[in-house]
């Protein structure tokens, strides 16, 4: 069965480095979102991509955080200057269409240290 | 009235018994609610969904029940099982014209099955 894939698993990074979270979604999907889960509490929505624009973007996705679909596989988070509350778990997801009850796919995750 | 509050935070529950997570939201433009398993380490995984135009879905021992009315909707797991021991999340999302289909989450319920 295609699954989303994430690449670190764990990235453990210096307060101000910029860090970048990989992601390969299905195949055929063309709708992007990364979401993330700071220890013990919900999964929030930071931002979705389609057609190669951000559609939406969240208040926690500020100057700091940009995304990126470089070619046609991989879907990016960059994080410029991480600070301590950057630290969480991010989770990539994709669907194939808006399509009223489409299914979005998660990854497995990547857990993000910053120290 | 971007929220879903989700209650209980935790729940055990005896092998064979019936687990039920309970979801209210507020946005009346939602519709869409998926309820998603995560276990330790991993991604969000999809396990039900349900539309705001019927009152109950049924797939094997999951049922959701919606009460549009109310705001509310709840998942019930009928014949619990060690396996199903996991965090499960209620979501929203508006599938509108133009809309990203963003996942809105509960803050989460953590399942402990015990045999």
């Known amino acids: 069965e295609p699954e989303v894939t994430q690449t670190p698993s764990h990235q453990v990074t210096q307060m101000g480095q910029e860090v970048i979270l990989r992601c390969v979604p299905i195949?055929?999907?063309?709708?992007f979102y990364w979401y993330r889960q700071i220890l013990g509490q919900k999964v929030e929505f930071l931002v979705s991509?389609?057609?190669?624009?951000?559609?939406?973007k969240s208040e926690i996705f500020d100057d700091q955080f940009s995304v990126e679909r470089p070619d046609g596989s991989n879907f990016t988070l960059k994080i410029r200057s991480t600070k301590l509350e950057d630290s969480a778990m991010y989770f990539c997801?994709?669907?194939?269409?808006?399509?009223?009850?489409?299914?979005?796919?998660f990854g497995p995750g990547t857990r993000l240290t910053v120290l | 009235q971007q929220q879903v509050k989700q209650s209980p935070q935790s729940l055990i529950v005896q092998k064979g018994g019936i687990s039920i997570i309970n979801c209210a939201y507020e946005?009346?433009?939602?519709?869409?609610f998926p309820w998603y398993q995560q276990f330790p380490g991993k991604g969000p995984a999809l396990l039900i969904a349900?539309?705001?135009?019927?009152s109950e879905k049924k797939e094997g021992r999951f049922t959701i029940s919606f009460n549009k009315s109310a705001k509310q909707f709840s998942l019930h797991i009928m014949d619990s099982q060690p396996g199903d021991s996991a965090t499960y999340f209620c979501?929203?999302?508006?599938?509108?014209?133009?809309?990203?289909?963003?996942?809105?989450f509960g803050t989460g319920t953590l399942l402990a099955v015990q045999p």
């Open positions: 997801a994709s669907k194939w269409t808006p399509v009223y009850m489409d299914t979005q796919y």
């Open positions: 195949s055929n999907h063309l709708y």
């Open positions: 991509f389609y057609n190669n624009e951000i559609s939406e």
């Open positions: 946005n009346t433009a939602f519709d869409y």
């Open positions: 349900i539309r705001p135009d019927v």
């Open positions: 979501a929203a999302s508006i599938h509108r014209s133009g809309a990203t289909n963003k996942l809105i």
